[in-house]
């Protein structure tokens, strides 16, 4: 038996600047990054995460979580071409360090691992 979708109610959402948006729900980027706000310390592999931008949604499902103390260490941990393989590693790290400063960074970084969930065929 193929395991149905979350109710949208079982999802945490979270939302994306376009740009990385669309990475996702084409599948190219595996690896989204927070910083550890408390609301997250409690996501585990299996969890689903709605990501919105707009009116738009894609539903994903982690695989897994990593943390780490820094950005960079992240970085150079998972592979930049995981977090956006359309950006070079150092404008990754500038991205990054512009939306969360450093005491975002000093709460501990996340790298969620995620796949998309499929959509229903019709």
Known sequence: MVGRP???SQAHEMNLYRRYFDLVAAGAKTIEVRVEYPNLRNLKAGDHIR????GDAALTRVKRISRYNSFENMLDT???EHVNPTSPR???LADIRRIYGPDKEALGVLAIEI????????
């Not at 990501?51 to 707009?54: E, I, M, T």
């Open 51 to 54: 990501f919105v931008c707009g």
């Open 90 to 92: 150092d404008q990754q």
């Open 115 to 122: 796949e998309l969930v499929p959509g229903p065929t019709s």
């Open 78 to 80: 998972e592979g930049p």
């Open 6 to 8: 979350p109710a949208e």
